[in-house]
């Protein structure tokens, strides 16, 4: 780990740290990344893990998309995150794809940002010199932008253990010619409390803005209250309120917006029967 | 270059490689293990696969040096690691175990077609059954997502997956036959069996050797410049830079071409270089020779090409405008085809009813898993040999000698195993280009395309438009069809005439239509060019014709089966292109079985079912093809049978074996004739000096034409033979019986080697060449008999419509198939899955997309073809009605399959949501919006 951090800043900002390789390698095999030194952390056992700690879940960096979908604290612990893995591109690429690349690459589309930003997801960088925490919020700035710096590693990732009573979903859109990345994404997490009102709404979307994003006043909606078919229904329109998509070769902003409504909602509901029959 | 330790299927290797090598190509170009194939490069098509430490990756993408002290097992390690695995369980037999269960499994249930994915497929499926002893289809169909099969034979895979599980759990062997398929008339001796292909042993161990697979000492790598202008004057090309870089052995452009400047199957208009200009993108500029394809590459960026823009022409409609810029000096206009029958005028006056829509298809892509590849090489003799996975072998020998401008006699073509064809492997790709590059180094020369190469290079399915207009009276009787078709052939002829030939020929549909006038243009523009692609242009007037029966069956307020039951093509009727249709018509039964079929299911299939925003409706569609070249083609396949002392034969033909399974049906047809058990017919395929013409393999003529020349070719063997042994035992030839590889002769049992050897002995080679010629047909216009045959097919697809989301999905399809007799029928319905499942890729996601002369769909990524996860349940029905021509009663299949699938899923869309499709592919996006707007029509 430490000379992985050290070739990092040795080479920065030309090197470059390969994980799984299931972005990377195909762009370089385009011709990008050019002249770029690709630093492996394949081996880095540092790196993995999936365990529970002080309350929270914490994952290394490099762990497998695959190992996600097989671990029973993910099972347990991150309904959304769970289900995304299981649609995550194909089993090969989860073979070698790591939750940290699927992050710092940032692409506006990443399958595994709504689920984690639903749950509230901190990530830790570190560097020769420093280890600091940033919540995944604020660690998605743009497209392909992150706060990372050229000298840093996401050693790892995690988020509190849901409380009794909560639970969550994933589903994205697919199936559209011309491409195989998500038209759109949506995950929520719910909680609530005995008397059945909702304390906790986190509404995350992905592929309907130049980062991933929590749908914040569609939270606020749900929140002191029981979860009902009108309050899911205002809280699913303000999430789409929250989205501004593109208009792309995989579909018009009209739709990603029509669709988000009708997605989120679902969700929601699902996430309320969960909850009634858990 | 830096050491990679590794073992490879249980032996430890040590190997210098680059840092950028990838597994795959250590495995293949290193360790000559190239059973692993590559497909794409971008981890999108899955058949690189192997395992490394028991977890499947691709391979094409895994950076070799990540494998540093790994276990790499890849489909030439199966089978010794079963052996070992069966040692240690004490598994009975286990020292007799040639293959995994897997492969036995896979080879047993017809799992391969062309074979190209069966490697990746079986190293995700042995991932699989390590981890889940018992896997569900579910299990299997999200382990097997993107690992594509696109002769797409999912449920066979699924089957044999399922079945080599549970020998592996049981130690006992994988049965004999492993599923049921549908019922098909009582066979004779072979003919009607479902006999395993005899490639398909090759095709499940990695033997099988496709034109990649070959190497040879001092081989040189080549590659192409491509023009990445679509229309563009080129004003200088210097090629100086290049020539100097160390390793660059060759640097050819126009000026060195010494034949013919141009290739063309129908037209030569196909520039084998470019010299003065480039009509697409993909246009070939110059050709490099060198020592590695990365220097080859390297030295393809140091050629400077100067070009002027021209203006461009983006499509069929711009292309006729009088003002339109020229893509060739002749004009835009490459053909204007016209059908006439009866007058349209007084049928739509008698019409009761007349409704008049515009449809639209896209181009799509055959996206066959082997891309491109050719070998040159030049012999001590002077001649020169070219390696090829191609269609047409004969007619590349005939193209590659007029450009070099040598006689013919000097080429020698072998056609290699071809990893998926599907029309897109009829024109000239490399072969031209290895042939000169041979030529002007003196060494063989390998050009291979990636993925993105060929996706940009090779010709398309066309895109179309096609405006309908159709009478019919109260009762549903059809009076008129008239059409008017715009075919984008792009920029250059390729088939196009023949393919929109073929659209416009069939655009009123399989019905009785006594008026018909149909307007075809095929028209140049600046966009790749299209040519076959499986249906041959009857893909897209057969989406806008059953469209149109479906909207006149609502409006007539009748069943939509009733409608095209009433107006079907029968023995009796004539087609619109004058055809009496004297025999085997079954069309009709198609439609019966469908509908009873449909009738057992449900009561009321076209009326949608609904599930909370969900909506479930079936829908179906006719269609009809021709079997062979038609038009007055002369349409003729020349078959070899040799009978050995050993009582083996051999039979020898150049026909292509693109998936199809053609390698069986000739096998078949000669052990039928012969009395031959199957297994001792083995078959030479495909190489000019060796084997003779069976004409192109396109059009579903191959198993009439060359089954045929076999057919015909063992009999006069056998004939031949039974002439020997009348003579020496004394009885009439006609009183000798040949079966079980013996003549039964006055008492005595001859062994057919034996026979044989008397034939040598009187001084006659056991041997027999047939030219087979199909019936004499008409051309287009002087009415008469224009094809020779027709299969025909029903189909129904059940599918559910999201109404929230616009999302529509197949869940299941029933189909029936005229196709005269069943030859094999494992092969059959692997090639009726399949072909239905191409069709449900271009009603829903297929688009190959070109935006003013640009190529958006220039990576496998940006193509979406069905995956196993989109493969429905299939009932399939078989419809024999036999044809008498053909042999035993055969004809074709390989496009009728996937003709009606996209209607029967559109007008299935219909049914469930009130929206008809009106442009291909299926628009989640628009439909959504339609549903939302109350449209009632989807553009």
């Given at each position: 780990?430490?000379?992985?951090?050290?070739?990092?800043?040795?080479?920065?900002?030309?090197?470059?740290?390969?994980?799984?390789?299931?972005?990377?390698?195909?762009?370089?095999?385009?011709?990008?990344?050019?002249?770029?030194?690709?630093?492996?952390?394949?081996?880095?056992?540092?790196?993995?893990?999936?365990?529970?700690?002080?309350?929270?879940?914490?994952?290394?960096?490099?762990?497998?998309?695959?190992?996600?979908?097989?671990?029973?604290?993910?099972?347990?612990?991150?309904?959304?995150?769970?289900?995304?893995?299981?649609?995550?591109?194909?089993?090969?690429?989860?073979?070698?794809?790591?939750?940290?690349?699927?992050?710092?690459?940032?692409?506006?589309?990443?399958?595994?940002?709504?689920?984690?930003?639903?749950?509230?997801?901190?990530?830790?960088?570190?560097?020769?010199?420093?280890?600091?925490?940033?919540?995944?919020?604020?660690?998605?700035?743009?497209?392909?932008?992150?706060?990372?710096?050229?000298?840093?590693?996401?050693?790892?990732?995690?988020?509190?253990?849901?409380?009794?009573?909560?639970?969550?979903?994933?589903?994205?859109?697919?199936?559209?010619?011309?491409?195989?990345?998500?038209?759109?994404?949506?995950?929520?997490?719910?909680?609530?409390?005995?008397?059945?009102?909702?304390?906790?709404?986190?509404?995350?979307?992905?592929?309907?803005?130049?980062?991933?994003?929590?749908?914040?006043?569609?939270?606020?909606?749900?929140?002191?209250?029981?979860?009902?078919?009108?309050?899911?229904?205002?809280?699913?329109?303000?999430?789409?309120?929250?989205?501004?998509?593109?208009?792309?070769?995989?579909?018009?902003?009209?739709?990603?917006?029509?669709?988000?409504?009708?997605?989120?909602?679902?969700?929601?509901?699902?996430?309320?029967?969960?909850?009634?029959?858990? | 270059?830096?050491?990679?330790?590794?073992?490879?299927?249980?032996?430890?290797?040590?190997?210098?490689?680059?840092?950028?090598?990838?597994?795959?190509?250590?495995?293949?170009?290193?360790?000559?293990?190239?059973?692993?194939?590559?497909?794409?490069?971008?981890?999108?098509?899955?058949?690189?696969?192997?395992?490394?430490?028991?977890?499947?990756?691709?391979?094409?993408?895994?950076?070799?040096?990540?494998?540093?002290?790994?276990?790499?097992?890849?489909?030439?390690?199966?089978?010794?690691?079963?052996?070992?695995?069966?040692?240690?369980?004490?598994?009975?037999?286990?020292?007799?175990?040639?293959?995994?269960?897997?492969?036995?499994?896979?080879?047993?249930?017809?799992?391969?077609?062309?074979?190209?994915?069966?490697?990746?497929?079986?190293?995700?499926?042995?991932?699989?059954?390590?981890?889940?002893?018992?896997?569900?289809?579910?299990?299997?169909?999200?382990?097997?997502?993107?690992?594509?099969?696109?002769?797409?034979?999912?449920?066979?895979?699924?089957?044999?997956?399922?079945?080599?599980?549970?020998?592996?759990?049981?130690?006992?062997?994988?049965?004999?036959?492993?599923?049921?398929?549908?019922?098909?008339?009582?066979?004779?001796?072979?003919?009607?069996?479902?006999?395993?292909?005899?490639?398909?042993?090759?095709?499940?161990?990695?033997?099988?050797?496709?034109?990649?697979?070959?190497?040879?000492?001092?081989?040189?790598?080549?590659?192409?410049?491509?023009?990445?202008?679509?229309?563009?004057?080129?004003?200088?090309?210097?090629?100086?830079?290049?020539?100097?870089?160390?390793?660059?052995?060759?640097?050819?452009?126009?000026?060195?071409?010494?034949?013919?400047?141009?290739?063309?199957?129908?037209?030569?208009?196909?520039?084998?270089?470019?010299?003065?200009?480039?009509?697409?993108?993909?246009?070939?500029?110059?050709?490099?020779?060198?020592?590695?394809?990365?220097?080859?590459?390297?030295?393809?960026?140091?050629?400077?090409?100067?070009?002027?823009?021209?203006?461009?022409?983006?499509n069929p409609v711009?292309a006729r405008?009088?003002?339109?810029?020229?893509?060739?000096?002749?004009?835009?206009l490459?053909k204007h085809i016209k059908v006439r029958?009866?007058?349209v005028d007084?049928?739509f006056?008698?019409?009761?009813?007349?409704l008049e829509r515009e449809f639209r298809t896209?181009?799509?892509?055959?996206?066959?898993?082997?891309?491109?590849?050719?070998?040159?090489?030049?012999?001590?003799?002077?001649?020169?040999?070219?390696?090829?996975?191609?269609?047409?072998?004969?007619?590349?020998?005939?193209?590659?000698?007029?450009?070099?401008?040598?006689?013919?006699?000097?080429?020698?073509?072998?056609?290699?195993?071809?990893?998926?064809?599907?029309?897109?492997?009829?024109?000239?790709?490399?072969?031209?280009?290895?042939?000169?590059?041979?030529?002007?180094?003196?060494?063989?020369?390998?050009?291979?395309?990636?993925?993105?190469?060929?996706?940009?290079?090779?010709?398309?399915?066309h895109?179309t438009i096609i405006r309908i207009k159709l009478?019919?009276?109260?009762?549903?009787?059809?009076?008129a069809v008239q059409t008017e078709l715009y075919g984008d052939?792009?920029?250059?002829?390729?088939?196009?005439?023949?393919?929109m030939t073929?659209a416009t020929t069939h655009s009123a549909?399989?019905?009785?239509?006594?008026?018909v006038k149909a307007d075809c243009y095929a028209m140049?523009?600046?966009?790749?060019?299209?040519?076959?692609?499986?249906?041959?242009g009857?893909?897209q007037s057969?989406?806008a014709v059953?469209?149109m029966?479906?909207?006149?069956?609502?409006?007539?307020?009748?069943?939509?089966?009733?409608?095209?039951?009433?107006?079907?093509?029968?023995?009796?009727?004539?087609?619109n292109?004058?055809?009496?249709?004297?025999?085997?018509?079954?069309?009709?039964?198609?439609?019966?079985?469908?509908?009873?079929?449909?009738?057992?299911?449900?009561?009321?299939?076209?009326?949608?079912?609904?599930?909370?925003?969900?909506?479930?409706?079936?829908?179906?569609?006719?269609?009809?093809?021709?079997?062979?070249?038609?038009?007055?083609?002369?349409?003729?396949?020349?078959?070899?049978?040799?009978?050995?002392?050993?009582?083996?034969?051999?039979?020898?033909?150049?026909?292509?074996?693109?998936?199809?399974?053609?390698?069986?049906?000739?096998?078949?047809?000669?052990?039928?004739?012969?009395?031959?058990?199957?297994?001792?017919?083995?078959?030479?395929?495909?190489?000019?000096?060796?084997?003779?013409?069976?004409?192109?393999?396109?059009?579903?003529?191959?198993?009439?034409?060359?089954?045929?020349?076999?057919?015909?070719?063992?009999?006069?063997?056998?004939?031949?033979?039974?002439?020997?042994?009348?003579?020496?035992?004394?009885?009439?030839?006609?009183?000798?019986?040949?079966?079980?590889?013996?003549?039964?002769?006055?008492?005595?049992?001859?062994?057919?080697?034996?026979?044989?050897?008397?034939?040598?002995?009187?001084?006659?080679?056991?041997?027999?060449?047939?030219?087979?010629?199909?019936?004499?047909?008409?051309?287009?216009?002087?009415?008469?008999?224009?094809?020779?045959?027709?299969?025909?097919?029903?189909?129904?697809?059940?599918?559910?419509?999201?109404?929230?989301?616009?999302?529509?999905?197949?869940?299941?399809?029933?189909?029936?198939?005229?196709?005269?007799?069943?030859?094999?029928?494992?092969?059959?319905?692997?090639?009726?899955?399949?072909?239905?499942?191409?069709?449900?890729?271009?009603?829903?996601?297929?688009?190959?997309?070109?935006?003013?002369?640009?190529?958006?769909?220039?990576?496998?990524?940006?193509?979406?073809?069905?995956?196993?996860?989109?493969?429905?349940?299939?009932?399939?029905?078989?419809?024999?009605?036999?044809?008498?021509?053909?042999?035993?009663?055969?004809?074709?299949?390989?496009?009728?399959?996937?003709?009606?699938?996209?209607?029967?899923?559109?007008?299935?869309?219909?049914?469930?949501?009130?929206?008809?499709?009106m442009?291909?592919?299926?628009?989640?996006?628009?439909?959504?919006?339609?549903?939302?707007?109350?449209?009632?029509?989807?553009?």
């Amino acid at each position: 780990m430490g000379e992985a951090l050290a070739q990092l800043s040795e080479h920065a900002p030309q090197g470059n740290p390969l994980a799984g390789g299931t972005n990377l390698v195909v762009e370089m095999r385009v011709g990008r990344h050019q002249g770029k030194s690709m630093v492996d952390l394949g081996r880095l056992k540092e790196l993995r893990g999936i365990q529970a700690q002080n309350g929270h879940i914490v994952i290394g960096g490099g762990t497998t998309v695959s190992e996600l979908l097989k671990h029973p604290l993910i099972a347990d612990h991150a309904v959304p995150l769970c289900q995304s893995a299981a649609v995550f591109a194909n089993p090969l690429i989860r073979n070698r794809a790591t939750v940290a690349g699927n992050l710092v690459d940032a692409s506006p589309a990443a399958d595994l940002a709504p689920p984690l930003l639903a749950l509230g997801a901190e990530v830790e960088l570190v560097s020769r010199e420093h280890t600091r925490w940033v919540s995944l919020d604020e660690f998605m700035v743009g497209v392909r932008k992150t706060l990372i710096q050229p000298d840093e590693l996401m050693r790892s990732i995690r988020w509190s253990k849901p409380p009794k009573r909560s639970a969550g979903a994933f589903y994205k859109v697919g199936l559209r010619k011309a491409d195989a990345i998500s038209v759109l994404s949506a995950a929520v997490m719910v909680a609530c409390d005995t008397s059945g009102r909702c304390k906790l709404a986190r509404i995350a979307l992905g592929a309907l803005a130049p980062r991933p994003l929590r749908a914040y006043e569609a939270e606020d909606v749900l929140q002191g209250q029981p979860l009902q078919a009108e309050g899911i229904a205002e809280a699913a329109r303000l999430a789409a309120e929250a989205a501004r998509p593109i208009s792309d070769i995989r579909g018009t902003a009209e739709y990603r917006k029509r669709v988000t409504e009708v997605i989120v909602r679902r969700l929601l509901v699902q996430a309320s029967e969960a909850l009634e029959h858990p | 270059m830096v050491s990679l330790k590794v073992s490879v299927n249980g032996q430890d290797v040590h190997v210098e490689v680059r840092e950028s090598e990838y597994l795959a190509e250590v495995l293949r170009y290193r360790l000559g293990l190239t059973g692993t194939k590559i497909g794409c490069n971008e981890a999108e098509c899955g058949v690189c696969t192997v395992l490394v430490n028991g977890t499947p990756v691709d391979s094409c993408v895994y950076p070799a040096l990540k494998a540093q002290g790994a276990q790499v097992l890849t489909i030439e390690g199966l089978a010794p690691d079963w052996r070992a695995e069966a040692k240690r369980r004490k598994l009975e037999g286990a020292s007799a175990v040639d293959l995994h269960p897997l492969q036995d499994a896979f080879a047993r249930g017809g799992a391969p077609q062309c074979g190209f994915c069966i490697p990746g497929v079986i190293m995700t499926a042995k991932a699989l059954i390590d981890q889940k002893p018992d896997p569900s289809e579910q299990d299997i169909k999200v382990a097997l997502k993107d690992t594509y099969c696109r002769c797409a034979g999912y449920s066979f895979i699924t089957n044999a997956i399922q079945t080599a599980a549970q020998s592996v759990r049981t130690g006992r062997p994988v049965p004999p036959e492993p599923f049921a398929l549908p019922g098909t008339k009582t066979p004779l001796n072979v003919i009607g069996r479902p006999l395993p292909r005899p490639d398909v042993v090759a095709k499940v161990t990695g033997e099988a050797k496709y034109a990649d697979d070959y190497h040879f000492p001092s081989m040189l790598h080549a590659r192409t410049l491509r023009a990445g202008h679509a229309h563009a004057r080129i004003k200088r090309i210097d090629t100086r830079a290049a020539k100097a870089l160390p390793g660059v052995r060759a640097v050819l452009t126009a000026a060195d071409v010494p034949g013919e400047p141009n290739h063309g199957l129908v037209y030569a208009d196909w520039p084998a270089l470019c010299g003065d200009k480039v009509r697409y993108l993909g246009d070939a500029v110059a050709i490099i020779a060198a020592d590695t394809r990365e220097i080859a590459s390297q030295a393809l960026g140091l050629i400077e090409v100067d070009y002027e823009p021209l203006p461009l022409v983006t499509n069929p409609v711009q292309a006729r405008q009088p003002d339109a810029p020229h893509v060739h000096e002749a004009g835009n206009l490459l053909k204007h085809i016209k059908v006439r029958k009866g007058d349209v005028d007084q049928g739509f006056a008698e019409a009761d009813v007349v409704l008049e829509r515009e449809f639209r298809t896209p181009f799509t892509e055959h996206a066959f898993l082997e891309p491109e590849c050719a070998i040159g090489i030049p012999e001590p003799n002077g001649r020169l040999t070219v390696y090829v996975g191609s269609q047409i072998p004969y007619q590349d020998r005939a193209q590659i000698a007029a450009c070099l401008g040598e006689p013919e006699a000097n080429i020698r073509v072998i056609g290699t195993l071809i990893g998926g064809g599907f029309g897109g492997k009829e024109d000239i790709a490399g072969q031209i280009h290895v042939a000169l590059l041979a030529r002007a180094t003196g060494q063989p020369v390998k050009m291979l395309y990636d993925r993105h190469e060929s996706l940009t290079f090779h010709p398309k399915r066309h895109a179309t438009i096609i405006r309908i207009k159709l009478g019919a009276k109260r009762d549903g009787t059809l009076t008129a069809v008239q059409t008017e078709l715009y075919g984008d052939t792009g920029a250059y002829a390729s088939l196009g005439d023949k393919v929109m030939t073929r659209a416009t020929t069939h655009s009123a549909g399989p019905y009785n239509v006594p008026n018909v006038k149909a307007d075809c243009y095929a028209m140049y523009t600046n966009n790749p060019p299209a040519g076959a692609f499986r249906g041959f242009g009857v893909t897209q007037s057969a989406f806008a014709v059953e469209s149109m029966m479906d909207w006149l069956a609502e409006t007539l307020g009748v069943d939509p089966l009733t409608l095209r039951r009433q107006n079907a093509l029968r023995v009796g009727t004539v087609t619109n292109t004058g055809q009496l249709l004297r025999e085997s018509v079954g069309l009709v039964e198609c439609l019966d079985r469908v509908g009873a079929h449909l009738q057992s299911l449900t009561c009321e299939p076209w009326r949608g079912v609904v599930s909370g925003s969900r909506v479930r409706a079936w829908g179906m569609a006719a269609g009809y093809k021709n079997t062979g070249l038609g038009g007055g083609a002369p349409d003729k396949s020349a078959a070899e049978v040799e009978l050995f002392v050993d009582g083996t034969a051999e039979v020898r033909t150049s026909a292509a074996e693109i998936g199809q399974g053609l390698v069986g049906v000739v096998a078949m047809c000669t052990a039928e004739e012969l009395g031959l058990p199957y297994q001792h017919v083995k078959v030479l395929l495909s190489d000019t000096d060796l084997t003779p013409d069976a004409g192109p393999t396109t059009a579903s003529r191959q198993t009439y034409v060359t089954g045929n020349a076999a057919r015909l070719a063992a009999r006069a063997l056998r004939e031949a033979l039974a002439t020997t042994l009348a003579e020496k035992y004394d009885q009439p030839p006609e009183m000798i019986r040949f079966e079980e590889g013996l003549a039964r002769v006055n008492g005595h049992e001859v062994p057919l080697g034996e026979a044989a050897r008397l034939m040598k002995r009187e001084g006659r080679e056991p041997k027999a060449l047939y030219t087979y010629w199909a019936p004499q047909t008409q051309p287009l216009g002087t009415g008469g008999d224009m094809h020779f045959a027709f299969s025909y097919a029903a189909q129904a697809a059940e599918v559910e419509v999201d109404l929230e989301t616009g999302q529509a999905h197949v869940l299941q399809l029933v189909a029936a198939h005229d196709i005269g007799r069943a030859i094999n029928p494992l092969a059959l319905e692997g090639q009726i899955e399949g072909g239905m499942i191409m069709g449900l890729g271009n009603a829903l996601t297929e688009e190959y997309i070109i935006d003013d002369g640009q190529i958006f769909t220039d990576y496998l990524a940006r193509y979406k073809m069905p995956s196993i996860k989109h493969a429905p349940k299939v009932t399939s029905i078989i419809v024999e009605d036999e044809t008498a021509e053909g042999p035993y009663g055969a004809k074709g299949v390989g496009e009728i399959a996937s003709i009606p699938t996209t209607p029967a899923i559109t007008n299935a869309i219909y049914n469930a949501c009130g929206v008809r499709v009106m442009r291909l592919p299926v628009d989640q996006d628009k439909l959504l919006l339609a549903l939302k707007r109350g449209d009632k029509e989807v553009y």
